[in-house]
């Protein structure tokens, strides 16, 4: 999957999400206006949407490009490794996670998030299992994400953690269709062009063809979910 860490990074995500998707979410939020802030995603879009409510935001990211981006968008834009937290005296009033799937699994992430927050709201998206899936989807997608957690899962954690659960949003399919598959396709071949003669490229293509086609047969067995998390100490 390296041909597809390319190309990801010039496009405006990493993963599949959208505009819409991280305005619902704030509304969902209700109306906040948090002291300290945390972003940790794949976007400039959401922390700057952030940003109106909040009286200070961190915003960070794993990769370089976005966090040099998101200065220049004058956000206070940090590097950190993958699955790093930044931390503040006295912890975060409102967090938003932007995750995928937990190589060391949902409780020790849920962990890091509460150990980070302070009394507030925490938004911790996971890749999620919607309904139980067909075999063939399960083993297409976990060998590309990693293992991915049933809904009720993520749910059963966070309360065993002591988090209330506010509410969630289930990211819509446009997410991943106009969102990820799109652009990345684009970008794909664009690539191409530029590569003809590369035997990597078209073994990359070939495999974000036959993933756009499992997402066109079984996308309705997952998505991101978007839990909205209260904190209360």
Same mark, same amino acid.
């Given at each position: 999957?390296?041909?597809?860490?390319?190309?990801?990074?010039?496009?405006?995500?990493?993963?599949?999400?959208?505009?819409?998707?991280?305005?619902?979410?704030?509304?969902?939020?209700?109306?906040?206006?948090?002291?300290?802030?945390?972003?940790?995603?794949?976007?400039?879009?959401?922390?700057?949407?952030?940003?109106?409510?909040?009286?200070?935001?961190?915003?960070?990211?794993?990769?370089?490009?976005?966090?040099?981006?998101?200065?220049?968008?004058?956000?206070?834009?940090?590097?950190?490794?993958?699955?790093?937290?930044?931390?503040?005296?006295?912890?975060?009033?409102?967090?938003?996670?932007? /995750?995928?799937?937990?190589?060391?699994?949902?409780?020790?992430?849920?962990?890091?998030?509460?150990?980070?927050?302070?009394?507030?709201?925490?938004?911790?998206?996971?890749?999620?299992?919607?309904?139980?899936?067909?075999?063939?989807?399960?083993?297409?997608?976990?060998?590309?994400?990693?293992?991915?957690?049933?809904? %009720?899962?993520?749910?059963?954690? &966070?309360?065993?953690? /002591?988090?209330?659960?506010?509410?969630?949003?289930?990211?819509?399919?446009?997410?991943?269709?106009?969102?990820?598959?799109?652009?990345?396709?684009?970008?794909?071949?664009? %690539?191409? /062009? &530029?590569?003809?003669?590369?035997?990597?490229?078209?073994?990359?293509?070939?495999?974000?063809?036959?993933?756009?086609?499992?997402?066109?047969?079984?996308?309705?067995?997952?998505?991101?979910?978007?839990?909205?998390?209260?904190?209360? /100490?």
């Amino acid at each position: 999957m390296n041909f597809i860490v390319t190309l990801v990074q010039q496009m405006e995500r990493s993963s599949a999400g959208s505009g819409g998707t991280a305005e619902k979410v704030m509304e969902l939020c209700g109306e906040i206006a948090p002291p300290k802030a945390l972003f940790v995603g794949d976007d400039c879009f959401t922390p700057k949407l952030m940003e109106r409510s909040c009286r200070s935001l961190v915003a960070a990211f794993t990769e370089e490009n976005r966090a040099a981006g998101a200065a220049e968008m004058g956000l206070d834009s940090r590097t950190v490794q993958l699955f790093e937290l930044p931390a503040v005296e006295g912890g975060f009033d409102f967090i938003w996670y932007n /995750g995928t799937v937990e190589f060391d699994g949902v409780t020790q992430r849920l962990s890091a998030l509460k150990e980070r927050a302070a009394k507030g709201l925490t938004v911790y998206r996971s890749l999620c299992w919607l309904i139980e899936p067909m075999p063939d989807t399960r083993q297409f997608y976990e060998r590309r994400f990693g293992v991915i957690e049933q809904m %009720y899962t993520v749910v059963y954690k &966070a309360k065993e953690l /002591g988090f209330g659960i506010r509410d969630f949003y289930i990211a819509p399919k446009s997410d991943w269709r106009d969102g990820y598959y799109k652009p990345l396709s684009a970008a794909a071949r664009e %690539y191409e /062009g &530029a590569h003809p003669e590369s035997s990597d490229v078209s073994a990359g293509l070939a495999l974000l063809e036959k993933e756009m086609d499992m997402f066109e047969r079984h996308g309705e067995e997952f998505s991101y979910i978007y839990f909205i998390l209260e904190n209360e /100490g």
